[in-house]
């Protein structure tokens, strides 16, 4: 089992920036795939970023690619997700998850956060 909680969510205006942190506890972190999803109110949940224990395989939706960094600190267990020049858009519930292998599928991954809601205001 894989806990996760996220933090870090609030509301800022467009063009401001945020950092979301997803902190693990129970099995071993380092070995997990981690990945941030968000969902926003009417929509389908969507794949936002991932990231391998080692970092060699990220990947971004094309919605955020240069604006949003996907990182991880392994000994502290704790993936974040750097938000800058944000737009309404972004406004969502943003979820991190764990999984086996690197995917950008929702459906592959087998932990969940509870959600962070993150506003803009434009």
């Known amino acids: 089992q894989v806990q996760l909680v996220e933090s870090g969510g609030g509301l800022v205006q467009a063009g401001g920036s945020l950092r979301l942190s997803c902190a693990a506890s129970?099995?071993?972190?380092?070995?997990?795939?981690m990945g941030w999803f968000r969902q926003a109110p009417g929509k389908e949940r969507e794949f936002v970023a991932a990231?391998?224990?080692?970092?060699?395989?990220?990947f971004y939706a094309k919605s955020v690619k240069g604006r949003f960094t996907i990182s991880r600190d392994n000994a502290k267990n704790t993936v974040y997700l750097q938000m800058n020049s944000l737009k309404p858009e972004d406004t969502a519930v943003y979820y991190c998850?764990?999984?086996?292998?690197?995917?950008?599928?929702?459906?592959?991954?087998?932990?969940w956060g509870q959600g962070t809601q993150v506003t803009v205001s434009s």
């Open positions: 129970g099995r071993t972190f380092s070995s997990y795939v």
């Open positions: 998850a764990a999984a086996e292998h690197i995917t950008l599928s929702g459906l592959e991954y087998d932990y």
């Open positions: 990231r391998s224990w080692t970092g060699v395989n990220t």
